[in-house]
């Protein structure tokens, strides 16, 4: 069967990969938007550019940014999360000998 340990560390992994996913993808979605937005101002000075392909390469610098953002925020909300289950189960582990060595005094 399937431990509690397991189930515990693969609940948390997941909320942790969908966490860093969410936020990694809005930050990255901004910081792509924001890169996409600077080059196009600087354009803007030099040749007039339609509000269509504006809107299209803000879009896509979003998009780029937002997929870049959501592939290292999820690696990293993993890394996070597998850590975290780790030191916990571990740290219970410690208690739970401490707790049987005092109630089997040597």
Not at 7 to 35: D, N, P, R, W, Y
Not at 49 to 63: D, H, K, M, Q, R
């Amino acid at each position: 069967g399937i431990s509690m340990q397991m189930l515990l560390k693969e609940t948390t992994v997941s909320l942790f990969t969908s966490g860093g996913m969410a936020a990694g993808g809005i930050a990255g979605g901004l910081g792509g938007m924001t890169a996409s937005l600077l080059p196009l101002v600087m354009l803007q000075l030099l040749i007039p550019i339609s509000a269509p392909v504006a809107a299209g390469v803000t879009l896509a610098g979003f998009l780029g940014g937002c997929s870049y953002g959501m592939h290292f925020g999820g690696k990293t909300g993993k890394a996070v999360g597998e850590y975290a289950t780790d030191l916990l189960w571990s740290r219970r582990d410690e208690v739970l000998l401490a707790k049987k060595k005092n109630m089997y005094p040597l």
